[in-house]
């Protein structure tokens, strides 16, 4: 299906676990060729790696957070970077909202019913950098 998709988001811990000793960023070039438009690769509380669909890419660094449960935290991220692409946002802006859902829903235990407030999320959205990677 990965040639049908415009949006491939995958994870560095699933991609170290099931292919061993390949470097996550040439993987994630490797979809970006195959799917000729977004790949995005999260890393935990690392920077968050994205592929657009010239073949740009950039990153994001999560903030500091105290996580006590990472159960959802990849949902989340899917669901704030799709709020933002279909509110017009940017895809960098959208990948921050992104990296904020997940980065406050780590703060709850499980998968949770208690949903950060949309504006808890774009307040911390705004504070993050967004790094051009050469």
């Known amino acids: 299906v ?44 690392r920077s968050v790696h994205v592929i657009d669909a010239k073949g740009s890419e950039f990153s994001v660094q999560p903030p500091e957070v105290t996580v006590r449960d990472a159960t959802g935290a990849g949902d989340a991220f899917r669901s704030g970077l799709l709020y933002g692409l279909v509110n017009g946002k940017s895809l960098p802006e959208s990948v921050c909202l992104g990296v904020a859902a997940g980065s406050l829903k780590v703060g709850y235990f499980g998968a949770t019913e208690t949903l950060p407030a949309l504006a808890e999320m774009q307040d911390l959205a705004s504070g993050l950098t967004v790094e051009v990677v050469k």
């Open 2 to 45: 990965l040639p049908f998709t415009g949006i491939a988001t995958n994870s560095a811990a699933y991609i170290r676990s099931e292919f061993p000793g390949v470097e996550v960023r040439q993987h994630a070039r490797a979809l970006q060729e195959i799917n000729q438009g977004i790949v995005i690769t999260t890393d935990g509380g």
